[in-house]
């Protein structure tokens, strides 16, 4: 049976009733149809992959112009330290101490190295000032298995005036050895006492004066010291260039090839000529007394060639030459060198022979042989190096 017009009328009703009420409780309860909506989603996400961003391009702008930003910076950074460094007072402070560091770690350490101390009670005549630091340079002789001091020169620095001054120890001086109670000529004594703090003693003990430091080198690192400074220039007679060339002082025989005038000698041509002591300096000095003059001509030069070299290879000669030396010398000695140095910017170097020339007498000792006596002019040599390192003699 059909339906009649009243049961089709609340249909109707019935239909718009519910549309209406499903309407209400979604809107009510908010209920949305995932699914759809991911997929909404995604297809939002390639389109926006797909399409260029015009941002694109300023960010990457903005992220060059950042780097280099900060690049200038950190090179103003450098600069501003770099000029630190190099032109303010505190700057080469810190410059001089890091590169003294530097060159201690270099140096060999002596395995015998005592460290200096400053005396608390001087002895009378003798003389100690904190402003004047010695520093022993020793040349050690091993030919043939020989232990001797072939070179013995003081380098002493004062740290106020910028002073500089080569002292040479005569080799064949007839000295009491320190705490063996026996004499003998002062370069067998580093050999007799088996180490370096008995050479040091003894040249205090004879001579009232305090050795802060030291620092030797063999003759092959001597050589190679020489070399790496590019060689020196030194000035000859015709005799010394002929002894030169006839003996084996200059061990290879190829470098043997002087003349009489300048020569620029190399590492063994160097050490030959700083050997020799039977024939005159250009000077007219002979004997021991000859040969220590040769030995300051080498080292004077040395001080020149080194301190006149561009910065950009004085790091690199100074690596060398450092690597050569045996030394008990501190960072804190290194220093106070440097930066007295960097200071004054010492260009002379005064020089002087102890024992001087008049003060001593050439005598024979039986089962030493042929020495140099100071017995009689001990005082007055002291005197003059005294005088000469620190501007007053001892107080007697």
């Known amino acids: 049976m059909g339906k009649n017009r009243d049961d089709e009328l609340f249909d109707d009703i019935d239909r718009a009733i519910g549309k209406q009420y499903r309407k209400d409780y979604n809107e009510e309860y908010e209920f949305v149809d995932y699914e759809e909506e991911i997929k909404r989603e995604e297809r939002e996400e390639r389109r926006r992959n797909k399409a260029p961003n015009k941002n694109d391009g300023r960010k990457k702008k903005k992220k060059k112009s950042g780097c280099l930003t900060r690049l200038i910076v950190f090179l103003f950074i450098i600069a501003g330290i770099g000029v630190f460094m190099v032109y303010t007072k505190p700057g080469n402070k810190l410059l001089l101490k890091a590169g003294s560091i530097y060159a201690r770690h270099k140096m060999k350490t002596d395995s015998d190295a005592e460290p200096f101390k400053e005396p608390k009670d001087i002895p009378a005549g003798w003389v100690y000032d904190k402003d004047v630091i010695n520093i022993l ?136 000529y700083c050997r020799v002591r039977k024939i005159p300096t250009l000077e007219g000095v002979n004997n021991d007394l000859g040969r220590s003059l040769r030995q300051r001509k ?70 030493v042989g042929a020495v140099l006596s100071i017995d009689k002019y001990q005082q007055q040599n002291i005197d003059l190096l005294h005088q000469t390192l620190y501007g007053n003699p001892a107080t007697k």
Do not use: C, W
Request: no cysteine.
């Open 137 to 272: 340079l020793v040349g050690i002789e091993t030919f043939e298995g020989g232990n001797r001091t072939d070179s013995m020169i003081l380098l002493s620095e004062n740290t106020k005036t910028g002073k500089i001054t080569l002292v040479s120890f005569l080799r064949d001086t007839y000295v009491e050895i320190s705490g063996l109670g026996v004499k003998r000529k002062l370069n067998y004594v580093y050999a007799h006492g088996k180490n370096m703090s008995t050479l040091i003693n003894t040249i205090q003990d004879t001579f009232k004066i305090y050795i802060n430091a030291y620092a030797y080198v063999d003759f092959e690192r001597f050589e190679k010291i020489i070399d790496t400074l590019g060689g020196v220039d030194i000035e000859i007679t015709e005799k010394e260039a002929e002894y030169l060339n006839t003996t084996n002082y200059i061990s290879n025989p190829k470098y043997r090839n002087l003349k009489a005038g300048v020569n620029h000698f190399n590492g063994n041509q160097a050490l030959g």
């Open 298 to 367: 080498v080292l004077s030069a040395v001080f020149e060639k080194y301190k006149n070299q561009k910065i950009t290879k004085l790091v690199s000669t100074t690596n060398k030459i450092l690597e050569s030396m045996t030394t008990n010398m501190t960072s804190g000695n290194i220093y106070t060198l440097l930066e007295a140095y960097t200071e004054h910017r010492t260009d002379k170097i005064e020089q002087l022979m102890i024992p001087d020339s008049k003060l001593f007498e050439p005598v024979t000792i039986s089962g």
